[in-house]
């Protein structure tokens, strides 16, 4: 923190620092952070449609009402609110650092009329296509069926981040267009730990986060909500930091971040293992170095054993011959040996098989749960669960797999693999786009 800078107070931090809420008005709270730190900014600003409209949810028709937050306070409030938050924004983003914001027509002429004002460099405007939006109903209308992005950099020198050929390898080998159709509305596991009537879907802030940003770099959500943006940057390994007034939603992010027992981010299995080679830790130890409650530690356990990393001794868990090789390695190999330990799994080749040729992510979710279900005895939120887990892993096998060529090193522990087997493998799971 810089000297005229203080800590606001904290609402919730994990042991690592990585991901943590403050509580209070996001206009009160950004002064208090220091200027040039944040790497990428996310805002989900209110979009001041809660004024007494209607529409259809579930069937039903329902007045449009997200909360007092969300009330218009007329054209010259709406726009002296969105200038103060996004000038604060400005003074937080990094010389290179962007800035996402979402929103409908109701609001976002204001945010790119203020981001000319204050001289921000408009990158995109990007249209999240929304698969399934309510039928309008006046039949006045054309059904409103997606949602604005604006892009745009700190300021006209900024050269901003763009992790180019990820977002190409994503989309299947071909450039990433500014229309996203592909991301659906929150699946009903993404709202277990409570509801927040505006939330964002993980999967687009993955995409967000994966576009413009690196590992261990800064983000900031000055209008968390349910703290998607935190959940999706500590999956990725990004550190986050929310700004959200009210407590319940505040109370979700934090749920929703020591709450969900899924292993579903790869780089804790490397970060467990890492830990597992200096001794054999108690599961309290184990949760303190990786950070995470013994429960969340306990299914990264279980993660590793099942991908033959560790192993149950009588004296304890022990690393195997392929756990002591990837930990031997330099993160960039650990990780493409990770990434190839996972893609060879039978479950992960049958599933990548049975959901390559469908485009979203629920659908594919959908598809390897029904495939868990006939091959194991799992069934129901957990089958759900895993299949997300085992999705997540194939998307973070594929980003990391071939990063440097590291087959030969690997071979020595294959059992069965020739390396040009191997290799046919990965050029397969490379056509799977997620
Ligand atoms: C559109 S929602 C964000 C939802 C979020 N993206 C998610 O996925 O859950 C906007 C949030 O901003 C909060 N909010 C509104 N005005 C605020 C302010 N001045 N400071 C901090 N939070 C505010 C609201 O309580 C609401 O939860």
């Not at 944040?38 to 209607?54: K, V």
């Amino acid at each position: 923190m810089s000297e005229n800078t203080k800590n606001p107070p904290t609402y919730f931090t994990d042991a690592a620092g990585r991901f943590t809420l403050y509580q209070g008005n996001c206009l009160e709270l950004m002064p208090l952070l220091p200027a040039c730190s944040f790497d990428l900014i996310f805002a989900d600003p209110p979009y001041f449609l809660s004024n007494g409209g209607i529409t259809c949810h579930a069937g039903k028709m329902v007045s449009v009402n997200k909360g007092k937050w969300d009330r218009s306070m007329g054209f010259a409030g709406n726009y002296a609110f969105t200038k103060d938050w996004i000038a604060r924004c400005q003074r937080l983003l990094k010389p290179n650092g962007t800035m996402f914001v979402s929103g409908t027509s109701h609001i976002i002429h204001i945010v790119g009329a203020v981001m000319d004002e204050l001289g921000l460099k408009i990158l995109n405007d990007i249209t999240w296509v929304k698969p399934n939006p309510p039928p309008n109903l006046s039949c006045r209308y054309f059904t409103h069926a997606a949602e604005t992005i604006l892009w745009a950099g700190r300021d006209k020198k900024c050269r901003h981040k763009f992790n180019y050929q990820l977002m190409k390898r994503i989309n299947g080998g071909k450039q990433m267009k500014s229309v996203w159709t592909d991301i659906e509305t929150p699946r009903r596991d993404e709202k277990v730990f409570g509801k927040h009537p505006t939330q964002k879907p993980l999967a687009l802030l993955e995409r967000i986060i994966a576009a413009a940003s690196d590992e261990g770099d800064l983000i900031l959500d000055p209008f968390s909500g349910s703290a998607t943006t935190g959940i999706a940057a500590a999956r990725m390994n990004r550190q986050s930091i929310g700004l959200e007034m009210e407590t319940e939603f505040l109370d979700i992010g934090v749920h929703r971040f020591v709450g969900v027992p899924q292993a579903d981010n790869p780089d804790r299995i490397l970060d467990l293992i890492k830990v597992h080679a200096l001794g054999n830790p108690t599961p309290t130890e184990l949760a303190r170095c990786l950070g995470m409650t013994e429960r969340q530690a306990h299914y990264y356990r279980q993660a590793a054993s099942i991908l033959g990393l560790l192993r149950r001794s009588e004296s304890g868990w022990a690393l195997t011959e392929i756990g002591k090789t990837i930990c031997e390695n330099r993160q960039l190999y650990a990780r493409s040996l990770l990434a190839q330990r996972i893609l060879e799994l039978p479950l992960v080749q049958s599933a990548i098989r049975k959901s390559r040729r469908y485009r979203t992510k629920n659908t594919k979710c959908r598809i390897i749960a029904e495939l868990l279900s006939r091959s194991t005895a799992l069934t129901g939120s957990t089958c759900t669960r895993r299949a997300q887990t085992l999705l997540a892993w194939i998307d973070w096998s594929l980003a990391h797999c071939c990063a440097e060529p590291v087959l030969p090193v690997f071979h020595a522990h294959c059992r069965d693999d020739s390396l040009g087997r191997q290799n046919e493998k990965l050029v397969k799971c490379q056509r799977f786009a997620i």
